[in-house]
């Protein structure tokens, strides 16, 4: 009777408070209290239908109405009362398992909760780390397929270092009879998900949660936290930053650091705490560097860092030169297809040009990466250029571009780097496929009238200082 | 009185024309861990074509006040007891019933709540097959409609075509209450291992159950076990049942 009596005691004698839960990617502010409190947090379970990818819908199943469900941060040593309600147009019971609790289910049991109820239990966070949560509702892979995770960091009694911004990443994989792309309300193909085949694996629930508009962002000189969680329900995350070094990642979320690497394997069902420094701008890209799901899939989100550029810390391209022995292939290889009729030389050079230079960003078909990736195939806006600016085309593959641009209705805002190494006949090859191919038509780029264009361009810092 | 009982022997013959007689067979539900619990008998019984219908629920309504809305005891039923009520079609399926107010319509109506054998059972049919359910394309019809937005126009649609039983719409259009739809006693995470209920597991545990890859059993099951005799959800209904003809 006694310890009952204590404990309740204890229980009520905390300083009550309600935690206050964020979106993704947002992460709630750093707890500054020094002593433990009673924490309610109020999740609401959420079916409805989202964006999976451009124009791709789906039945996501929801902590608080967004893939990943609403961060929760708590401190070492809280007690924290928990309420999950189960929306009444829901169709299907939940329950939520974090990985936080110590005591049997992770609290599943006791939180299963009907459409139109609410549960409550309690629990104390005894161990600090970022734990993953998720339904666990029979059948359990599918409610988690459908979106049901999220994470919990139970900051620990110390906090970490202070940096300027913390950002909430949680990857998960998708199943649709449909691969990647095909339009419309794809279902949840219960085959591809026993098979472990996903046709999506993406961050925050859609393949285009974290790009363009959405990005995340920071600034040149400023140090950045990512909160990485991987739901699964099937597939172990490879999680990289494409041109960034992770200076400290706690592990699988854990209490010790790993210092200056470059790649991070999460779990299904794990996380981990990731730092690093910005220094020098650009747009750095978060993937999954099981590589085809990034590029393929849709695990490929978007990091703008604005600022300076540090020209020690990266130059950019410095100098573009003949490289010998690559030009003995290619003109072996052209004698080899010289036979053929004229049209079939330049068609096949210029697959073969595009394929090399072009396609890892714009596709093998041109199709692109929606809001990543502009398409080339039936694209107004290059239809545009190379009939009526045709100078702007050759500045677009010579110098890159930064910035807005709009094709085909959708908006992007990324970055193309140059196209480096060709020569004014194959540009004028590859340029002429290109816009005469996958039903784009303007009249063809000649070698001379290139020469032109390029000359024609404005000077840059690179050409100012002169490598001609 | 003598009127009620008329009405009502007329309401009683109306709802028997929509009740067809399903054949006895045996039936594997989706738990049973040992081999005797794997080939159950089902004997012949009579089951609505249709689950019951805003219109006849509002007869019932009339003939027995006690379970109207604003009369109905907090105890056989939650808040949300036919909220819905006015706004749905005479047509519609009724909804936000409680498994009390459903036991005692059947009663009223001349049957019972089906066993979840029996529902389970008549519901592994689909045009025609008499147990379709580890078929692919019969599991992704059902789970379509698990993955479809719930909303009051939704119980407008015509459901699951008949069976080769002649029963509809026990799929795509609502959950049904059935007689012992907490037998199961399971919990929605039972991967506690060492209970009384290791049924209803997850993970590795699932393997006792008989049929792993029939998902839409499990989330039928799931449901059930989620519920309580008071429970009203907005897309849980029923249909009644009979002993059938020995």
């Not at chain 2, 004997?43 to 109905?72: G, H």
């Not at chain 2, 519920?227 to 907005?234: D, N, S």
Request: glycine residues 8%; contains cysteine.
């Amino acid at each position: 009777m006694l310890l009952p009596f204590i404990l309740a005691l204890a229980a009520a004698a905390l300083p009550e408070e309600s935690a206050q839960l964020t979106e993704p990617p947002l992460v709630p502010p750093v707890i500054t209290r020094t002593t433990p409190a009673m924490v309610t947090v109020n999740l609401e379970v959420i079916e409805k239908v989202m964006q999976l990818a451009d124009g791709v819908d789906y039945m996501f199943w929801t902590f608080g109405g967004t893939v990943p469900g609403r961060f929760i941060r708590v401190r070492e040593g809280d007690t924290v009362e928990f309420w999950l309600a189960n929306n009444p147009n829901n169709k299907l019971p939940h329950n939520i398992d974090l990985h936080a609790v110590t005591g049997p289910g992770g609290g599943a049991a006791s939180s299963f909760t009907a459409p139109g109820h609410k549960s409550k239990f309690s629990f104390q966070v005894l161990n600090p780390g970022l734990y993953v949560y998720h339904c666990a509702t029979a059948p359990v892979g599918m409610h988690i397929a459908n979106g049901m995770y999220g994470l919990i960091y139970v900051q620990p009694k110390k906090a970490l270092p202070k940096v300027d911004h913390e950002y909430y990443v949680m990857q998960g994989d998708f199943y649709t009879d449909a691969d990647f792309g095909v339009k419309g309300l794809q279902p949840f193909s219960m085959r591809r998900a026993i098979d472990e085949r996903p046709s999506y694996v993406v961050f925050n629930g859609s393949a285009l949660s974290l790009v363009g508009d959405k990005a995340l962002s920071a600034k040149v000189g400023e140090t950045i936290r990512l909160f990485v969680g991987n739901g699964g329900p099937n597939m172990v995350s490879s999680f990289h930053v494409i041109g960034e070094i992770f200076d400290h990642v706690y592990t699988e979320g854990g209490s010790r650091a790993q210092d200056n690497l470059q790649t991070t394997l999460i779990p299904a069902g794990g996380s981990a705490i990731i730092e690093f420094s910005l220094n020098t701008d650009g747009t750095y890209l978060l993937v999954d560097h099981s590589i085809f799901r990034a590029f393929n899939k849709g695990a490929l989100a978007q990091l703008k860092v604005d600022g300076a550029s540090n020209k020690a810390v990266y130059s950019g391209k410095e100098l573009d030169t003949t490289y010998l022995g690559d030009e003995s292939v290619a003109t072996s290889l052209k004698a080899s297809t010289s036979r053929q009729a004229p049209q079939a030389v330049v068609a096949n050079d210029g697959r073969s040009l595009f394929t090399r230079n072009c396609s890892m960003c714009h596709q093998p078909e041109g199709q692109g990466l929606a809001g990543v990736f502009p398409p080339l195939a039936n694209s107004d806006f290059l239809n545009e250029m190379a009939n009526h600016r045709r100078g702007e085309f050759v500045q677009f593959v010579l110098r890159g571009k930064t910035g807005k641009i709009t094709v085909n209705s959708v908006d992007y805002n990324g970055v193309m780097t140059p196209v480096a190494g060709l020569d004014d006949a194959k540009l004028a090859t590859v340029m002429t496929w290109v816009s005469n191919t996958w039903g784009n038509k303007a009249p063809p780029y000649t070698e001379s009238e290139v020469k032109a264009l390029r000359e024609a361009l404005p000077a840059t810092p690179s050409t100012v200082g002169g490598h001609e | 009185m003598g009127h009620l009982s008329a009405a009502l022997l007329l309401s009683v013959a109306q709802l028997s024309v929509h009740r067809v007689s399903v054949p006895e067979g045996r039936f594997a539900p989706l738990f049973g861990l040992e081999a005797k619990q794997r080939d159950l008998p089902v004997a012949r019984f009579e089951l609505d074509v249709r689950p019951v219908s805003r219109a006849s629920f509002n007869r019932f309504l009339a003939a027995m006040p006690v379970w109207r809305r604003d009369r109905i005891a907090t105890q056989l039923a939650e808040e949300r007891y036919l909220a819905s009520f006015e706004r749905l079609s005479p047509g519609m399926p009724v909804v936000e019933v409680s498994y009390f107010a459903a036991r005692a319509y059947c009663a009223w109506a001349g049957g019972r709540l089906p066993t979840t054998l029996e529902w389970e059972y008549a519901a592994a049919a689909d045009e025609t097959r008499r147990d379709a359910s580890l078929s692919p394309d019969f599991a992704q019809r059902i789970l379509d409609w698990y993955a479809a937005p719930s909303s009051l126009e939704a119980l407008d649609g015509t459901g699951s075509p008949g069976n080769v039983y002649g029963v509809e719409a026990l799929h795509g259009l609502i959950w049904e209450w059935t007689e012992d739809f907490n037998a199961q006693l399971a919990m929605s995470d039972s991967r506690q291992s060492g209970e009384r209920n290791t049924n209803f597991t997850c993970g590795g545990g699932s393997n006792g159950s008989a049929r792993r890859e029939d998902y839409a059993a499990f989330m039928r099951y799931a449901l059930r076990a989620s519920l309580t005799p008071r429970a009203t959800l907005t897309n849980l209904g029923f249909r009644c049942a009979a002993k059938g003809p020995s």
